[in-house]
C-alpha cells in the first residue's frame, strides 16, 4: 500500500555535524511537508512544497536548516551545523494537493534526532 | 504564539467509557478541523474532520464537536477501547490555498482495561 517513508528511522549525532533526513512522498502527491515535533511545541511546520516549489519555509531556522525537492520522489531536509537543541522526531507528510483546504495529509514514520 | 491549544496535556479512562478530548484555538480564519492519532514509533494518521459550515461530524465511535463562537472542539469516542490509547493532535486548516495546517500539542489518552 502506498506510504510515505522516511530515511533513517534514528540518527545520533554530535554537535556541529551535519544531518540530511529524506522522504519519499507518495506517489502521485504533490504537496510536501516536514513537520518538527518536539514536546513542548507538539508538531511545528518547518517547511512545505508544491510541485516541487517551496511555499513557506518560516517555520524553519534559515541559518543552519534547509529543504529542498530535488525530484518529485525525494524531499531532503538538512541541519549544518546540528545542535543538540534541534534533537526532536522529524516527520515528512504528503498531501494530494487537490482538494486545496481540506486535503488530508498523510505522514512518514519520522525521523528520531538526537545530537549530542 | 500557539493558536490551536489542546491544555490537557493527558487524559485516563476506563474502557467502555466516554473519552473526550478537547482543543481550543485563536483564530478566526480557520475553517476546517482536523484531529489525528499517533502511536509510538509512527506518524499521526487522520482520524476525523468537520468543517466551519457544521457543528458536528460521527464517524463510528467518533464524534467532533464544533462550537464557533467559543472557538472550541472535542473530539468525543464512545465506547472508548484499549486500542485508542495513543496521542491526539487536534489541528486547523486557515483556508489556504495548499493545506496548511497548525497543530495542537496533543493529548495523550489512556484507555484502561
Known amino acids: 500500500d502506498a506510504r510515505v517513508t522516511q530515511t533513517p528511522r534514528d540518527k545520533v549525532t554530535e554537535m556541529g555535524q551535519e544531518v540530511t533526513m529524506r522522504c519519499q512522498p507518495i506517489?502521485?502527491?504533490?504537496?510536501v511537508f516536514w513537520y518538527r515535533q518536539t514536546m513542548m511545541q507538539g508538531l511545528e511546520l518547518l517547511a512545505y512544497?508544491?510541485?516541487?516549489?517551496?511555499?513557506?519555509d518560516s517555520g524553519m531556522p534559515k541559518d543552519r536548516f534547509s529543504a529542498e525537492m530535488p525530484d518529485a520522489t525525494l524531499a531532503t531536509l538538512k541541519i549544518q551545523p546540528s545542535e543538540p537543541r534541534d534533537s526532536a522526531v522529524y516527520f515528512c507528510?504528503?498531501?494530494?494537493?487537490?482538494?486545496?483546504?481540506?486535503?488530508?495529509?498523510?505522514f512518514g514514520p519520522g525521523t528520531r534526532l538526537t545530537v549530542l | 504564539d500557539q493558536q490551536v491549544k489542546q491544555n490537557s496535556p493527558s487524559l485516563s479512562v476506563q474502557e467502555g467509557r466516554i473519552s473526550i478530548l478537547n482543543c481550543d484555538y485563536t483564530n478566526s480564519m480557520f475553517d476546517y478541523f482536523l484531529w489525528y492519532k499517533k502511536y509510538p514509533a509512527e506518524g499521526p494518521t487522520f482520524l476525523i474532520s468537520i468543517s466551519s459550515i457544521k457543528d458536528k461530524n460521527e464517524d463510528g465511535r467518533f464524534t467532533v464537536f464544533l462550537n464557533k463562537s467559543a472557538k472550541h472542539l472535542s473530539l468525543h469516542i464512545v465506547p472508548s477501547q484499549p486500542g485508542d490509547s495513543a496521542v491526539y493532535f487536534c489541528?486547523?486548516?486557515?483556508?489556504?490555498?495548499?493545506?496548511?495546517?497548525?497543530f495542537g500539542q496533543g493529548t495523550i489518552l489512556t484507555v484502561h482495561p
Open positions: 507528510a504528503s498531501a494530494t494537493g487537490r482538494l486545496a483546504g481540506t486535503d488530508t495529509q498523510y
Open positions: 489541528a486547523a486548516n486557515g483556508g489556504t490555498s495548499y493545506g496548511k495546517l497548525t
Open positions: 506517489l502521485g502527491h504533490n504537496t
Open positions: 512544497f508544491r510541485n516541487r516549489a517551496p511555499l513557506d
